[in-house]
């Protein structure tokens, strides 16, 4: 089984376009993150979510909206996609019991056409 | 704010070669290091962590960092590379976010390492 999943893998799609990416994980964690990797291989936070409440917000275009339904999902929307939104997104979980380690998923590559 | 520092952007090395990738880390409090690695195509998997206790942590693959807190360093080494060693290595550092009881996770701009058969 696997312990974060995301879908779709890959998402090639026109500007403007709206797009979600979908994470699970089924590890009983209480956090969920979403990364972004750019070009050069940059791993930046986008946001956490901690029991289902946004916890960690960083300076992120507010057309990428997270939700979580339950806290074993966290789902990424993205509006109004631009050319600069491309990259890799990881999704990943960690449990909040000290000190945490974080588990991520297999990324999906957006490309932005 | 917390940051981490890799210093060598780009390591290319001969099989059998021994290896050192640096990683320094600004934050004044309690730290959890980590090292992951990324195979190309694949996703983030842990090496090796550091909580507390001993130093020095090995991980797996035949990898092992060192925790120098007076340096505020966590290098990674191994004694021999082989080929399929080659990807890209990324140290980072956990913190308590805000006292929020989450935790944020922060990268080193990793480094790529190839080794040469």
């Known amino acids: 089984d696997t312990a974060v999943s995301q879908t779709p893998k890959y998402l090639v799609t026109q500007m403007g376009n709206d797009k979600s990416i979908k994470c699970e994980q089924n590890?009983?964690?209480?956090?969920m993150y979403w990364y972004k990797q750019d070009s050069k291989k940059f791993l930046k936070i986008m946001f956490s979510?901690?029991?289902?409440?946004?916890?960690i917000n960083e300076t992120v275009p507010n057309r990428f909206s997270p939700k979580s339904p339950d806290k074993a999902h966290l789902n990424l929307h993205i509006n109004s996609l631009e050319l600069g939104d491309s990259a890799v997104y990881f999704c990943?979980?960690?449990?909040?019991?000290?000190?945490?380690?974080?588990?991520f998923g297999q990324g999906t590559r957006l490309t932005v056409v | 704010a917390q940051s981490v520092s890799q210093h060598n952007h780009h390591v290319i090395l001969s099989e059998a070669a021994s290896l050192e990738l640096g990683c320094n880390y600004s934050?004044?409090?309690?730290?959890?290091l980590f090292w992951y690695v990324q195979y190309p195509g694949q996703h983030l998997q842990l090496l090796l962590k550091?909580?507390?206790?001993?130093?020095l942590v090995k991980g797996i693959k035949g990898f092992e960092a060192e925790f120098i807190k007076s340096k505020f360093s966590f290098n990674l080494r191994k004694p021999s590379v082989q080929w399929s060693d080659t990807a890209e290595y990324f140290c980072?550092?956990?913190?308590?976010?805000?006292?929020?009881?989450?935790?944020?996770?922060?990268f080193g701009k990793g480094t790529k390492l190839s080794v040469i058969p």
């Open positions: 990943a979980s960690s449990q909040d019991s000290a000190p945490p380690e974080a588990f």
């Open positions: 550091y909580f507390s206790g001993d130093p």
């Open positions: 979510y901690n029991n289902k409440e946004l916890i």
């Open positions: 590890l009983g964690h209480d956090t």
């Open positions: 980072a550092v956990n913190v308590e976010y805000s006292g929020a009881g989450s935790y944020q996770l922060t």
């Open positions: 934050y004044g409090g309690t730290v959890n």
